[in-house]
C-alpha cells in the first residue's frame, strides 16, 4: 500500500472488555513497531517484529498487552481486560529491514478510550 | 541507556523569524538520531535523522539539525518560520531497532 494503516482510527470500549487494534504496514517492509502515546506525552516502545517473530517485546506494560505477526505482514495488538489506564493513541511504524538507521513510516494511529 | 531531553516544552515564534527547537541525548555510543513532526491529527513525519555521516544534516521543509557531539545537542533549526510549522515536534534517539521520544516540544507560529 501507499502507507501504513490502522483500523479502526477510534475505538470506545468499557474497562474489563478485550479489544483489537490492526496495523497494515507498507508492502515489503519486514520489520514492524508499536507504539503507545498518551496525552502530552511522546510515543513509548511497545514491541518490534522482524518478520513474523517478536523481536523484542521489552515495552509491553504487562500480560494484558499482546501482538501478533503471523504471516510477517498485517499485525494485530491485543488488550485484554482494558483498564482505563490503557486510553491512548496506538500507533503503528514499519521499516523496510529494520535496523536502527532506518527510517520508520508510521500509520495515523488508533486512538482508544477505556470508559 | 539513552534517552533525549528536549529543553522547552512551548516555543512560540513569528512567522518569518527563525525556530530553534533543542534537544540534548545521552548516550554511551555514537547514536542515531532522528526528528519527528506530527501535525494535529496526521500522523508522524520524518523530517530529519542523523547517522553518524555529515554532523549538519538537512531534513524537509527547509529544517537542519547539527550533531555536536561535544555538547551532546541536536538542535533542530530553521532560518524562517511558516504558518504551516505549526505543530508538535518530537527528538528521537535509537540504540538499537526502538525509537527513544523525548517528550515534544509545541511550536506556535504567530503571522
Known amino acids: 500500500g501507499a502507507g501504513v494503516s490502522q483500523t479502526p482510527s477510534n475505538k470506545v470500549t468499557e474497562k474489563g472488555k478485550y479489544v483489537e487494534l490492526r496495523c497494515d504496514p507498507i508492502s515489503g517492509h519486514t520489520a514492524l513497531y508499536w507504539y503507545r502515546q498518551s496525552l502530552g506525552q511522546g510515543p513509548e516502545f511497545l514491541i518490534y517484529f522482524q518478520g513474523t517473530g517478536a523481536a523484542d517485546d521489552s515495552g509491553l506494560p504487562n500480560d494484558r498487552f499482546f501482538a501478533v505477526r503471523p504471516e510477517g505482514s498485517v499485525s494485530t495488538l491485543k488488550i485484554q481486560r482494558t483498564e482505563r489506564g490503557d486510553s491512548a493513541v496506538y500507533l503503528c511504524?514499519?521499516?523496510?529491514?529494520?535496523?536502527?538507521?532506518?527510517?520508520?513510516?508510521f500509520g495515523p494511529g488508533t486512538r482508544l478510550l477505556v470508559l | 541507556a539513552q534517552s533525549v531531553t528536549q529543553l522547552d516544552s512551548h516555543v512560540s515564534v513569528s512567522e518569518g523569524t527563525p525556530v530553534l527547537l533543542r534537544c540534548n541525548y545521552s548516550?554511551?555510543?555514537?547514536?542515531?538520531l532522528f526528528w519527528y513532526v506530527q501535525h494535529p491529527n496526521k500522523g508522524l513525519q520524518l523530517l530529519l535523522k542523523?547517522?553518524?555521516?555529515?554532523?549538519l544534516v538537512k531534513g524537509i521543509n527547509g529544517f537542519e539539525a547539527e550533531f555536536k557531539k561535544s555538547e551532546t545537542s541536536f538542535h533542530l533549526t530553521k532560518p524562517s518560520a511558516h504558518m504551516s510549522d505549526a505543530a508538535e515536534y518530537f527528538c528521537v534517539v535509537t540504540p538499537t531497532d526502538k525509537l527513544i521520544f523525548g517528550t515534544g516540544t509545541r511550536l506556535q507560529v504567530f503571522p
Open positions: 548516550s554511551s555510543y555514537s547514536p542515531s
Open positions: 542523523y547517522t553518524s555521516a555529515a554532523t
Open positions: 511504524a514499519s521499516s523496510l529491514n529494520g535496523g536502527g538507521t532506518e527510517t520508520q513510516y
